[in-house]
């Protein structure tokens, strides 16, 4: 076979190749389109001051909601703290320090996040977590514990600190023998100078997903257009022939 004829066959391959990677061009705009309004909704109800959480009761009546402010009263279980790993800041690896509060309304065990703590060259090596004196009362920002991903199984060794890879509320239930509320809450102050409680709300705003939407559509147009203009050559040249 000539170089001549395989031509026509390399044309077509890139023909199907393109019309094959137009739709999913389509679809990853659309894709960062969803994004963008996910994040958008976050948002609004990170700066939403609507409802204010003061007592652990309040939980039952807020729907789908999944990010609400609150500020409540209690006593952190002393000494029974988690140490959530691979969280890191300014890339340095650390620990995310939970404690769980015991609130006068009931016996359920609400999950609080103190803030990051940095982490010792030496994995074997702990943070020691000792506070002069600690408050009795919490503000900041809750939401639902999601269920999260684990490349391996979370093993969780036995005493305290526990250094755990998620929050697993039900596992977490079996060890300190209480009900454990499927949310956490985010202290706005950190209790000591050594946590640091800056927040990230979402890795990428919606101004960025927005701006990726358009470079996926941008490229969809632009392909569009070539498959256009290749088929109407293509016609012409028919047509001469």
Do not use: C
Request: glycine share 6%; no cysteine; hydrophobic share 45%.
């Amino acid at each position: 076979m000539s170089k001549g004829d395989r031509r026509p066959g390399f044309k077509w391959l890139l023909l199907l190749s393109a019309l094959l990677l137009l739709p999913l061009l389509l679809y990853l705009g659309s894709w960062q389109l969803d994004r963008a309004a996910e994040k958008e909704q976050l948002l609004n109800a990170w700066n939403d001051d609507s409802v204010i959480v003061t007592q652990l009761s309040q939980l039952h009546d807020l729907g789908a909601r999944r990010l609400l402010q609150a500020q409540l009263e209690g006593e952190l279980l002393p000494g029974q703290w988690l140490l959530l790993d691979n969280r890191t800041r300014g890339g340095h690896a650390g620990y995310e320090l939970i404690g769980l509060l015991q609130t006068p309304q009931g016996s359920a065990l609400l999950p609080v996040n103190l803030g990051w703590i940095k982490a010792s060259t030496d994995r074997s090596q702990l943070p020691t977590i000792q506070f002069p004196e600690l408050p009795s009362s919490f503000s900041g920002r809750m939401h639902r514990v999601e269920p999260a991903f684990v490349l391996a199984q979370d093993a969780w060794p036995p005493g305290w600190p526990l250094r755990v890879q998620t929050l697993d509320v039900e596992r977490l239930e079996s060890v300190v023998k209480q009900p454990v509320l499927p949310w956490v809450l985010e202290v706005v102050e950190p209790v000591d100078k050594r946590l640091t409680t800056d927040w990230p709300l979402a890795s990428l705003k919606p101004e960025r997903h927005l701006g990726y939407a358009v470079q996926w559509f941008a490229m969809a147009i632009a392909l569009f257009i070539l498959l256009l203009w290749y088929w109407r050559n293509t016609l012409s040249k028919g047509v001469n022939d």
